[in-house]
């Protein structure tokens, strides 16, 4: 219930300040005003230009091997935490899990590279 008077009072909030906005603001509009806009230069060429796929392949496959970089933080924090087991009578242990883990991670983007730059996605021209 308090959730939905929330809604509604920031709705109607909303609502009042747009109305008013377009009940009392400023109605003057020019030529100079209605020219588009873009660092205060004249625009050269259409906004509508074609990008080649090539663009598009680079940007995913950026995003694809950047996420190895975020995968990669925290498991580097937690890295002691992933190593060291509790052995038997309770004396820590170090254990290859962690380093394993993130070694395997790493291969399966090293194989997914390999093929990318095979299949000629990426690379100088």
Sequence with gaps: MPAGV???LALAFCGLFTAL?????PKASNPEKLKPFECGSEP???????????????AILFLVFDI?????????????NLSHTIGPAGLPMISVFGFAEMLLFVAILVVALAYVW?????GWE
């Design 6 to 8: 929330a809604i509604v």
């Design 21 to 25: 906005a377009v009940l009392i603001g």
């Design 44 to 58: 050269i060429g259409s906004p509508r230009g074609r990008y080649s796929v090539r663009f598009y392949q680079v």
């Design 68 to 80: 190895e970089a975020a995968f990669m933080y925290p498991w580097a924090v937690l890295y002691n």
């Design 118 to 122: 095979r299949k000629k996605a990426i």
